[in-house]
C-alpha cells in the first residue's frame, strides 16, 4: 500500500518476536531470581518479626509464671506462719493485750481475786447457802474477769472494723499521690482513730527499732487477730516480694474490706429476730424465778435452803447455759 512488500512487513514482525523472545529468555532467569530473592527476604523478616513476637510473648508469659510461683511461695509461707502464730490461741495476757489494757497479771489476779470474794460474800449474805457461795466465788474469780477482758476485746475489734476501711483509703490516696509507704502509715499513726492509731503508732516503732516494714506489718495480725488485718499484712507482703502496683492492690482490699462491712451489717439485722428470740427464751426461767420470789417466797427458797433443790438448782444452771450456748452458735455466723 505504501510500495513496501507484505511478505517484507511480516518478514520483520517476525524478526522482532524472535529478538524479543530472545531477549527475555536471556534475561528470564535473572529476573526471576531477583523476585524469588525479594519473596525470600520478605519471608525472613516476617518469620523474624513473628519470632520476635513468640519470644517477647514467651518471655512475657515465663516473667508471669514466675511472678505467680513467687506469690504462691508467698502466700504458702504467710499461711504457715499465720497457722503456727495464730493470735487466737493465746492466752489471757495476750488477750488483755489485744483488748488494750497493759497486761499485767498480777493486775489482773488481784481483781480476779476480788471480784471471787465479793460475789462469794453477797451470794452466802443473800442465800446463806455454803454451795451456792462457793459456786460464786468459782465464777467471780474465773469467769467473770475473762469475760470481762473478752467483751473489752470484742468492743475494740469492733472499732478497729469500724475505722480499718478509712485508713486503707488513706493509704491508697496517699501512695497514689506519689508518697512512700511510711509516710501514708505515719499519716494514720498520727490522724486516724482509736484504735487504729495506736496500732499503726506501734508499726512505725517496730519499723524504728530495725525491724523491715513487710515483718512489721505483718505483727499488726497479732495484736488484732483479725481477719482484715491478716489481709492488710499478705498485700503488703506479696507487693514487697513479687512486685506490683501497690495502689491498685491496696484499692481492691479497700473494696474488700466496705464489701465484708456491708455483709456483716446483712448479717446481723437478718438474725436480729432469731436473737431476740433467743434473748426471750434464756430469760423466761430467770423471770419466771423473780417473780415466784415476788409472790411466795417460801416456795421458791427451797431451791436454795434444802440440799435437792441445790442440786435442781445446779442442775438447771447447767442445762440453761447448755441451751444459751447453743442457740448463741446457731445465730453467730463467721464468714
Known amino acids: 500500500?505504501?510500495?513496501?512488500?507484505?511478505?517484507?512487513?511480516?518478514?520483520?514482525?517476525?524478526?522482532?518476536?524472535?529478538?524479543?523472545?530472545?531477549?527475555?529468555?536471556?534475561?528470564?532467569?535473572?529476573?526471576?531470581?531477583?523476585?524469588?530473592?525479594?519473596?525470600?527476604?520478605?519471608?525472613?523478616?516476617?518469620?523474624?518479626?513473628?519470632?520476635?513476637?513468640?519470644?517477647a510473648a514467651e518471655a512475657r508469659v515465663a516473667d508471669a509464671q514466675k511472678r505467680r510461683q513467687s506469690t504462691q511461695a508467698s502466700l504458702k509461707e504467710l499461711e504457715e506462719q499465720t497457722k503456727a502464730k495464730n493470735p487466737n490461741k493465746k492466752g489471757i495476757k495476750d488477750q488483755m493485750r489485744q483488748a488494750g489494757m497493759d497486761g499485767n497479771m498480777k493486775k489482773f489476779t488481784m481483781f480476779s481475786i476480788i471480784t471471787a470474794l465479793v460475789t462469794s460474800v453477797l451470794a452466802f449474805v443473800a442465800s446463806g447457802n455454803v454451795f451456792v457461795a462457793?459456786?460464786?466465788?468459782?465464777?467471780?474469780?474465773?469467769?467473770?474477769?475473762?469475760?470481762?477482758?473478752?467483751?473489752?476485746?470484742?468492743?475494740?475489734?469492733?472499732?478497729?472494723?469500724?475505722?480499718?476501711?478509712?485508713?486503707?483509703?488513706?493509704?491508697?490516696?496517699?501512695?497514689?499521690?506519689?508518697?512512700?509507704?511510711?509516710?501514708?502509715?505515719?499519716?494514720?499513726?498520727?490522724?486516724?482513730?482509736e484504735p487504729v492509731r495506736s496500732e499503726f503508732r506501734k508499726i512505725l516503732e517496730t519499723q524504728k527499732m530495725g525491724v523491715p516494714m513487710t515483718e512489721a506489718i505483718q505483727k499488726l495480725y497479732k495484736n488484732v487477730p483479725l481477719t482484715e488485718a491478716n489481709f492488710f499484712g499478705i498485700v503488703i507482703a506479696i507487693q514487697q516480694s513479687a512486685g506490683g502496683n501497690l495502689s491498685e492492690a491496696l484499692g481492691n482490699l479497700s473494696k474488700v474490706l466496705r464489701d465484708r462491712k456491708m455483709m456483716k451489717a446483712k448479717i446481723q439485722s437478718m438474725s436480729a429476730e432469731a436473737k431476740a428470740s433467743a434473748g426471750i427464751i434464756g430469760s423466761l426461767p430467770p423471770a419466771v424465778m423473780i417473780l415466784i420470789y415476788l409472790s411466795t417466797p417460801d416456795y421458791i427458797m427451797l431451791l436454795f435452803t434444802e440440799t435437792t433443790g441445790n442440786l435442781i438448782l445446779i442442775g438447771a444452771v447447767f442445762w440453761m447455759s447448755v441451751g444459751v450456748m447453743v442457740m448463741k452458735q446457731m445465730i453467730n455466723f463467721d464468714f
Open 1 to 55: 500500500m505504501f510500495g513496501i512488500d507484505t511478505n517484507i512487513l511480516l518478514l520483520t514482525a517476525l524478526m522482532a518476536m524472535a529478538a524479543g523472545a530472545a531477549i527475555w529468555a536471556i534475561f528470564f532467569n535473572k529476573i526471576s531470581n531477583e523476585r524469588n530473592q525479594e519473596r525470600r527476604v520478605k519471608s525472613i523478616r516476617r518469620n523474624e518479626g513473628d519470632r520476635s513476637a513468640r519470644m
Open 134 to 193: 462457793g459456786a460464786m466465788l468459782f465464777i467471780g474469780g474465773f469467769g467473770l474477769p475473762r469475760w470481762f477482758v473478752g467483751r473489752q476485746r470484742k468492743k475494740r475489734m469492733d472499732a478497729f472494723l469500724e475505722e480499718f476501711p478509712n485508713a486503707v483509703d488513706v493509704i491508697t490516696r496517699g501512695i497514689k499521690a506519689g508518697l512512700p509507704l511510711n509516710d501514708t502509715i505515719g499519716i494514720i499513726a498520727t490522724e486516724a482513730k
